[in-house]
Nanobody, 126 residues
């Protein structure tokens, strides 16, 4: 499984960003793709996860944004759109995937995930 993030960078407070995670290499059709972030000095937190079994997305309550999903037979891209960003959104954003049998991603726990992208920096300046 390969996960590649794109779309990070620097924005000013109040701005928007769209991050995309391109995933490929799954052996089965049932898996989940999640977005996480880790701010300096803080623990990694889950933002959302898209479960392909149900076509459903679980969100953390505090998330400002939405997801879009584009898929074809070989690849899937899960994008995270964030609006009205503030300095507190500065972090390394990573996407991850899980495909274990019977998995659950609704708790947005990073230790449930088997595969990770390289991470991408988002910096919001005031």
């Amino acid at each position: 499984v390969q996960l590649v993030e794109s779309g990070g960078g620097s924005v000013q407070t109040g701005g928007s960003l769209r991050l995309s995670c391109a995933a490929s290499g799954f052996l089965e059709d049932e898996y989940a793709i999640g977005w996480f972030r880790q701010a300096p000095g803080k623990e990694r937190e889950g933002i959302l996860c898209f479960d392909t079994r149900y076509g459903f997305t679980y969100y953390r309550d505090s998330v400002k944004g939405r997801r879009t999903v584009d898929s074809n037979n070989a690849k899937i891209a899960v994008s995270l759109e964030m609006n009205n960003l503030g300095p507190e959104d500065t972090a390394v954003y990573s996407c991850a995937a899980i495909d274990d049998w019977g998995f659950s991603c609704r708790e947005l726990k990073d230790n449930d995930y088997d595969y990770w992208g390289q991470g991408i920096q988002v910096t919001v300046s005031s």
